[in-house]
């Protein structure tokens, strides 16, 4: 096993921040792939063609010319409303996800401040008068 030993004059690696890579979907690239706006879209998408497959598939002699034709015009029905149901719940958790760093930034910016926390333990420090009453 080989040991790294480090000499007096070896520095120590420089820092990285770490700030922008923290994950948050607002700090990232600011043209995603994929973004709300497009899946959005998607879901409108399939929830209208999903209910144009059902209205058609009423009196469709597509659908009644073998089992195999049924089966497949239902399930890209039922696969449509699968894809319109996960951008639904996609969208939720990504609004979520948008509450859940705006609390953390708010905060960030009030309560984890340096400044707010200095005041505040400066004024637990300070002795107080109590407000008047005996024991």
Request: hydrophobic residues 40%; glycine residues 8%.
């Amino acid at each position: 096993m080989k040991r790294i030993m480090r000499t007096e004059s070896s520095s120590p690696p420089p820092e990285r921040d770490t700030k922008k890579a923290c994950g948050s979907p607002s700090e990232q690239d600011p043209r995603p792939l994929i973004t709300q706006a497009a899946w959005r879209k998607a879901g409108v998408a399939a929830v209208c063609g999903a209910s144009l497959m059902a209205w058609l598939g009423i009196d469709s002699p597509f659908v009644r010319q073998s089992v195999w034709h049924f089966l497949l015009f239902w399930g890209a029905c039922l696969g449509l409303l699968a894809v319109a149901l996960y951008t639904v719940v996609l969208d939720i958790r990504y609004i979520r996800l948008q509450y859940a760093i705006g609390r953390r930034v708010a905060f960030q910016q009030t309560l984890g401040s340096e400044e707010f926390r200095k005041e505040l333990l400066a004024v637990q420090r300070k002795p107080s008068g109590g407000n008047g009453r005996r024991r």
